[in-house]
């Protein structure tokens, strides 16, 4: 068993579950997102305990789940490009470089010690010092 598949049947799974049935009727985007976050951050704090590790963990949940919203978003008008092979690869290009951007991005929190050498990082890589 990996860690994410431990992870999703051990500790996702079970929350979204106990959220999804509870008496409070939170939107389902809202559990999703608890549920992502906090899975993640886990499974940053599983990889060393400091801040830098939960940060990335952080990272990674906020971005799958802009990920998840967004393809619910455009699916319907995605398939709609069937008859536009050339747009729809620019659109999967577009997709994959922004991907694997952000995931490149998030390592940054998890090669360095501390929150601020990554922040200073950050702002050096886009200009800001």
Do not use: C
């Not at 990335?56 to 967004?70: D, K, P, S």
């Not at 092979?85 to 577009?94: D, K, N």
């Amino acid at each position: 068993m990996t860690l994410a598949q431990w992870f999703r049947a051990y500790f996702f799974n079970p929350l979204t579950r106990t959220l999804r049935y509870s008496s409070r009727n939170l939107p389902v985007p809202l559990i999703i997102f608890f549920g992502q976050l906090s899975t993640f951050i886990l499974i940053g704090l599983w990889h060393g305990v400091s801040w830098n590790f939960a940060i990335w963990g952080a990272w990674h949940g906020l971005g799958l789940f802009i990920n998840n919203r967004w393809s619910d978003r455009i699916r319907s008008r995605i398939s709609g490009l069937e008859s536009q092979p050339v747009l729809s690869r620019i659109i999967m290009l577009g997709s994959a470089l922004i991907t694997f951007n952000y995931v490149s991005l998030g390592w940054v929190w998890f090669a360095l010690s501390t929150p601020s050498q990554s922040v200073n990082t950050f702002l050096k890589l886009f200009g800001l010092v």
